[in-house]
């Protein structure tokens, strides 16, 4: 028995918010379905006619998918790292926490300074003799995925560590006392169990890379925006809702479209190991 | 071997620093920009900052909005928490979902649904509705710290005190509030530091006198790169790494990696 019964009413204040962003998403749908005087598909059929959005829509996919695999290459490491540091694990976190909560402008900022024609990189490069013009290493797909994967990995970092975090010892020291070798007790024990934050860590990268706008404004080039700032763009050109409507639900989709499948993965990973008792 | 391993850990820790190590750098050199050779050290960048009425008059913008959302966002979060945790009403888990909800929607998406949310509901273009979209978006990052220290509470210290005749409210005001303070203060910091640096969804919410800092940064970025940017980012990224610390002495940095916070 719970000592304090709270009332409903306390729920008012989250529900008002809830209620204004169910409101928002389904104006946001309603208004995509606008078509001149009446309602039809005609917002999507126009978008899928235009090649020039096509191209960014795969274009979306391919970034974002390539800022996941990224992430995960780097973050994986980071976070098995920090599992299995036997010292101080808050510093090691510190190193990982701070640079994520500063700033995705400021942090952007940082990579303009790095990779830009007048940059770090390209000076130091001159400098050395290596190379005799500045090289070309942002306003174009580079400059963006190194930006997304540096600000999403921590994502993916951390909802690694929380599994690894949670792993029961014995399991890898069984492994080790049957004397199976660190690399195999890690693809046998280690990585299978981990696999479910690493699917949740793909699974936000992935989500937030196609609905990021800060890192591949100012590290993409004009020529190749994704859909999130082509939304931008046109909805700062022309304000015409019922368009930009139409391709916030594309965006929408095609997050979903990789969320969803990796999200039933998920489960299933979840219950084999349950089944497992593990 | 080890040496090897040891040189690529390294490389990897480094990664994500390091842009901002370079930003601090840059903003103490004459040309802005960090490069080889080095330019000369220069507090100019600074001294730009600190006398430009119109991003000290963003800066304090922002601050406020963080204040207002952070309070707003908190507040809901520990209200409904309480009820979520400690009544088992219909719908209860689906309430839960939808604080969380979005979370899982891109960014720009949300921008756009903000936007048309507060042209319906009349206040586009306004702090107002800037408040109203951050509170939306703060809303699960407060909700799951307060959450998660509801849960550890023990619950035999609250009918203590009852038993000992103290009425709900009091109990409420000395017991349970006082042994949630960790949670609150990082539901609050986090809402702070979301809010303070959004800026993918507010974009789509701004009018020409209505910005947030964020938002004038990316701009500026955009249009000019002046290097007056590197010194108003070692400021954010001084002010964000105080908040960080503060956050690690009253709370701990184990809730970032606690299983309830990513699941």
Redesign the interface.
Known sequence: M???????A??????I??A??????A??VI?SLRAGDGWGWDNFVYFFNRRDYVAVLIRTILVSVLATLFAGL?GY??AY?IANYKRNR?L????????????????T??????LGP???LN??LI?WGIIDTPLRLIFNMTGVVIGLV?VF??FFI??V???L??QDKSLKEASQTLSAGPIKTFFNITWPLSLP?VI?GSILVY??S?????TP??LGGVRDGM???Q??QD?LQVFD?PK??S???V??L??FLL?IPLQLLERRVAARMSGRGA | MRVLRSIFTIILFAFLPLPIIIVVVSSVSATGYFTIPLSPFSWRWYVEFFTDHEWIRLLLVSGAIAILVAFISTTAALMAALVIDRRKFIGNSLFETLIMLPLVFPNAALGVAFLGLLGLLGVSGTYIGIVLAHCIITLPFAYRPILNSLRKLDPAIEEASMSLGAKPSTVLRTVTLPMLKPGLISAFLFCFIVSFDEATITVFLIAPDVTTLPVRILTEIQESASPVIAAIATFLIIFTLSLVLLLERTTGLELFAERESTA
């Open positions: 719970k000592s304090t019964k709270p009332s409903l306390l729920l008012a204040v989250a529900a918010l809830i204004a962003f169910l409101t928002g998403m104006y946001l208004e780097i490491p980071i790292v808050n090691l976190m510190m190193l990982v926490i701070m640079p994520w909560l500063v700033s995705v402008v400021v942090r900022y940082g990579w303009v300074v790095i007048k940059g770090t000076s130091l400098s540096h990995c921590p951390v909802s560590l929380a599994v975090l949670h934050g949740t989500l937030l196609t609905g990021a706008i800060v404004l100012l859909l999130a700032t939304i931008y909805v809702y930009a409507a391709m916030a639900i965006l929408l095609t997050a969320v």
